[in-house]
């Protein structure tokens, strides 16, 4: 099984919403914290939102978007509400080795392939 896998991107109009799924190797998921980044070109990554490893804690660096994780299904999800066009970006899952959330980068492991988010009229 792919370590982290993201799925749910796409193309929505302003307004719009979208939910990004983030799934993996179970060792890996479900026995971190799991951050959700997005990039833009040109740009280096962005912290978005992150979960820590039983899912108590949230701490969010974006407006619009919760995170929540399902252990038992072994997911992680960013429901993204109101989208704008600014919110346009990849979208990345990571998946640290420590429990509780970082907003720095090196923390992260795992790193999905990305999942785009695309927000135009």
């Known amino acids: ?5 993201e799925s749910g991107g796409g193309e929505v109009q302003p307004g719009e ?13 479900s026995r971190a914290a799991v951050a959700w ?5 040109g740009e280096g990554r962005h912290f978005v939102a992150g979960i820590s490893m039983a ?5 969010y660096q ?9 252990h ?3 997911m992680v999800y960013l429901q ?6 600014d919110d346009t970006a990849v979208y990345y899952c990571a998946a640290s080795s420590e429990p509780y959330i970082s907003v720095y980068e090196g923390d992260y492991d795992y790193w999905g392939q990305g ?5 135009s009229s």
């Open 17 to 29: 919403s979208l939910k990004l799924s983030c799934t993996g190797s179970r060792e890996i998921i």
């Open 80 to 85: 993204m509400d109101s989208l704008e066009p």
């Open 62 to 70: 974006k407006p619009r978007v919760t995170i929540s994780r399902d």
């Open 37 to 41: 980044w997005s990039q833009v070109p």
């Open 72 to 74: 038992d299904n072994n």
């Open 55 to 59: 899912g108590g804690k949230t701490h």
């Open 115 to 119: 999942t785009q988010v695309t927000v």
């Open 1 to 5: 099984q792919a370590q982290v896998v």
